[in-house]
């Protein structure tokens, strides 16, 4: 019975019976006309399938939401579809073992919602976090704690620390079966693969009888190496050697047939994702969830395809080969390939009458320097209500020219992360770019800061508002600094020389360390105040006041008591009717952290702000330990610098 296939059922009673799904991101593309709803539709199938299988549960392995900071329709929808399929009064077999406190450590109601007497569960589900919906702000919330809070969820694998991280399993019984389930959220992949590398991950087993339980590992991280950083994905033969399926979310093309690893002797499954977020090769796999069955030590894996899926053609196809060089051959060449991708799509449409209508159609074309480019918006003009993406239908790729004569492509790979890479990679870049900007008005130089580092430092202030994230890295950068110079220097050395060659050694990494320690110490900083209650108000600062993206900034004047204070980027709230005083506070319009506007203005006052430790040295000195008056005035930027090196 191990392993796939139909082998016979065991008896109801004496078994688990699990849906297992990853990678769902509701609200993905929430606001576009077409596609909005794709992401709804999947997830409401996988829990139609729940019901129908009459499974005793469902396991999620992360990336339940595609937003760190979901909008409400998006929660509410979510909300809506569990407590609708997952609420009834479908009795639940399962004896919950293990210690729930542990288990459910940062939730106020740390109990399975099965079993809190104020609700009426039919179908209990399981969830880890995802690297997009993770724990962020003061008091380290995602948007599984809501729905954890409001019991339609159940939300483990949360680390408690970030020095070491302790998995306690949830321990479940039914019949003669026992299942022991270990979940991790996502942690950084650089951070998490150094910590199993020093044994700072420990896995807790039951103390009894544990070679009779079947044991299960959720995780949420890169399944393969990315880039050229060793510590870029997490190995299989990381995690613990006694369990007997691994089921790994995060990555996006699904692989419905279990993989087994003879080093850990376990079995391995990568679910991939319920919906598209990238136009890339792998998203074209077909979709599924699958039904997992459990008796005492023997399992059994069935998929089940999702037909409400929109159908995806890819295509490669190369004008160079071809001898494609003037506009109008490229033209009617693209044209006749993207004619052909639709008729596929509709074909396969024809076959399942549940898929949406308009397909994705991504052709990727290969060009050289002869070839006259083609205008891809005009072209996706042609493809309105014939395809759901003709703003994107196509992608160029330059052939290299080598001056060897080998005239190759550029490196493809049809593996996939989570998200579209082109476009985060963009959205890194443009904020490089705008880090440049800013300090070659000036004719300055980042002298102690790194310019990669502080694009993630940014980043986390930007998309997560984790809002001590910039400040945390530029004193921790400093407090480095500092202590570099007092073991490297003595008394008449060239300081600023010191710091330069300091940076150019670092530099040399393909990423800083520092912000990444500036994280842990900053996240370390964060679960000591929770654990005592000294809990910051996510919402006192009205500059990081998350609205919501449909909702509307409230205008005009109130009646308020005194003068209303004017905060940069939000509109004043009105003022208290019936009291006396001056007028409510006014200001521009509201900033989302989906808008251009709102990320460009919160990097630039970041960088700004590194900028202005060379104009007021007190500030250095207010930042940074004891000792900082001594080297302040060699944390600065350095005027007309020439040398700008854009990677750093």
């Excluded at 070839?371 to 330059?398: C, H, W």
């Excluded at 000036?442 to 998309?463: H, P, R, T, W």
């Excluded at 998350?546 to 005009?556: M, N, S, Y």
């Amino acid at each position: 019975m191990t392993g796939d296939g139909d082998s016979q059922d065991p008896p109801e009673e004496e078994s688990f019976s699990i849906l297992i799904a990853t990678d769902n991101h509701l609200g993905y593309k929430e606001k576009d006309a077409i596609r909005g709803e794709d992401s709804f539709i999947a997830f409401e199938e996988i829990l139609q399938h729940a019901v129908k299988q009459k499974v005793d549960m469902i396991l999620l392995g992360g990336d339940l939401f595609h937003d760190n900071k979901p909008s409400r329709t998006t929660v509410h929808k979510a909300t809506t579809l569990l407590r609708q399929y997952c609420f009834g009064d479908n009795p639940i077999q399962i004896e919950f073992l293990s210690d729930q406190k542990a288990n459910f450590h940062t939730s106020q109601f740390p109990r399975v919602n099965y079993e809190d007497p104020n609700l009426n569960v039919g179908i209990p589900v399981f969830s880890i976090h995802g690297n997009h919906d993770d724990p962020a702000g003061p008091q380290g919330l995602c948007a599984l704690d809501l729905l954890s809070a409001s019991g339609v969820i159940n939300y483990f694998g949360k680390a408690s620390s970030v020095d070491d991280i302790v998995i306690n399993p949830l321990l479940m019984k039914k019949g003669p079966t026992k299942l022991a389930i270990y979940g991790l959220g996502s942690v950084r992949d650089e951070r998490l693969h150094r910590m199993f590398l020093h044994n700072k991950v420990r896995v807790t087993r039951p103390e009894q009888d544990q070679e009779d339980w079947f044991n299960i590992f959720v995780i949420h991280q890169n399944h393969v190496k990315r880039g050229t950083s060793a510590t870029s994905y997490i190995p299989e033969d990381f995690l613990p050697y006694f369990m007997d399926l691994i089921i790994w979310g995060h990555e996006h093309d699904c692989k419905p047939e279990l993989e087994h690893n003879e080093i850990i002797n376990a079995y391995v499954l990568q679910p991939g994702s319920s919906v598209a977020t990238s136009l890339s090769e792998g998203e074209t796999l077909p979709k599924h969830c699958f039904k997992l069955k459990v008796w005492k030590k023997n399992f059994c894996l069935n998929k089940i395809p999702l037909t409400t899926v929109r159908p995806f053609i890819f295509k490669d196809v190369s004008l160079v080969d071809n001898d494609i060089v003037g506009e109008k051959e490229v033209h009617s060449f693209l044209q006749y390939h993207v004619d052909d991708m639709i008729e596929r799509a509709n074909e396969l449409r024809d076959n399942n009458v549940n898929a949406p209508e308009l397909p994705l159609i991504r052709l990727r074309y290969e060009f050289n320097s002869l070839t006259i480019p083609i205008n891809s918006a005009k072209f996706g003009l042609e493809y309105l209500n014939r395809v759901a993406n003709p703003n994107d239908i196509l992608l160029s790729v330059k052939r290299k020219d080598y001056s060897s004569g080998d005239n190759k492509s550029t490196a493809r790979s049809g593996t996939i992360k989570d998200e579209d890479d082109e476009s985060e990679k963009k959205t890194t870049a443009s904020r490089g770019a705008l880090a440049l900007d800013i300090m070659k008005a000036d004719n300055k130089e980042m002298k102690i800061l790194f310019e990669k580092s502080l694009c993630i430092a940014s980043d986390d202030f930007v998309e997560k508002m984790e809002n001590e994230s910039v400040t945390e890295y530029i004193d921790f950068a400093m407090e480095q600094c500092e202590e570099y110079l007092r073991k490297k220097s003595k008394f008449g050395d060239d300081l600023e020389e010191k710091v330069r060659i300091r940076k150019a050694v670092m530099s040399k990494d393909d990423i800083p360390d520092d912000v990444e320690e500036a994280r842990r110490r900053w996240e370390k900083r964060r679960m000591e105040k929770q654990a005592r209650g000294e809990v910051d108000n996510e919402d006192s600062d009205p500059e990081t006041l998350d609205l919501g993206e449909e909702d509307q900034p409230a205008r005009g004047r109130g009646r308020g008591r005194g003068r209303g204070a004017r905060a940069r980027g939000t509109r004043g709230t009105r003022g208290a009717r019936g009291s006396r005083g001056g007028r409510g506070s006014r200001g521009g319009k509201t900033a989302t952290k989906s808008t251009k506007g709102t990320l460009d203005s919160m990097f630039s006052r970041s960088v700004n702000a590194a900028s202005s430790i060379s104009s007021s040295p007190a500030r250095v000195s207010q930042r940074s330990t004891k000792n900082t008056k001594n080297t302040a005035q060699y944390l600065d930027i350095t005027e007309d610098s020439s040398d700008f090196d854009e990677d750093n």
